[in-house]
Each structure stands twice: as C-alpha cells, then as structure tokens.
C-alpha cells in the first residue's frame, strides 16, 4: 500500500520538476497529476476498508506530558510517529530503550481505546444499543 502510493508522489514530484524547467504546465501535466491523484484517493480508500484502517486515536493528557519529559525531541518524534503508526495503520513499532518503554506503557491504553471504538462500530451495525423497556 504505502509502497504504490509513494511511488505516485515520486511521479507527481518529478512531473512537477520537469514543469518547473519547462516554467510551464501543459495540459498533459495537469491530465497526469489529476489522474494520479484520483488513482492515490481511490487506493487509500480501498486499503483503509481492507486493513482495517482508522481516521482517529485517542490521546490522553497523562501520555504527552510523560513524553514530553523527555527532552530529547527525536526520541519524541519516534515515539508520536509509533503512537500513529500503531493506532492508524495497525504497523507494531519497533523501538528500543526509553522510546520502546514509554509506547509499551501507552500502548495498554491505546488497546484499550481501540477495542471501545470497535464495540461500538459493531453495536452500531446491530442497530445501537436495545431500548429500554419501561
């Protein structure tokens, strides 16, 4: 998935440096970079369904301010890069040390968070929840 895609950002930027040397944009440049995106569009969409993909994470408060502790902003920025990897894309990280520590501890509650939204999308094909009867 994440390999067609990237391939057709690599087309769109190498179309856009051709028109760039060009210093203009031709009808075919714009006919290429519309179908390239409808193509990327249509492909998201379709991976999303199969894999199980989702829009949305839940982060707590107590998760950033543990992170932010840090003080070592790439160590931050892999272990929010791991936090979305895991919860969007469901790609198990590979850290180590500190960084594998701290998403370790996280993680528990991603889980759990996780698995409410999933309930509830299936209770929510069901029809909800059933209604009282008074």
Known sequence: ?????????????????????VKKR??????????????????VVILKKKYNMR???LIYRSHVESISMLNDTEL??????????????????KLTG?????????????DNAMKRYDTSVENGKKGGRPKKVI
């Open 76 to 93: 931050e920025l892999q272990i929010y890069k791991a936090i979305f990897s895991y919860c969007l894309d469901n790609v198990e990280p």
């Open 26 to 43: 031709t009808f075919l440049h714009v006919s290429f970079c519309i179908t390239a995106i409808c193509v990327k569009l249509i492909l």
């Open 98 to 110: 500190v960084g594998g520590a701290i998403f370790t501890s996280i993680k528990v509650n991603l």
């Open 55 to 57: 829009d949305s994470i």
């Open 1 to 21: 998935m994440y390999l067609i895609i990237s391939c057709i950002n690599k087309f769109l930027l190498q179309i856009n440096q051709l028109c760039k040397k």
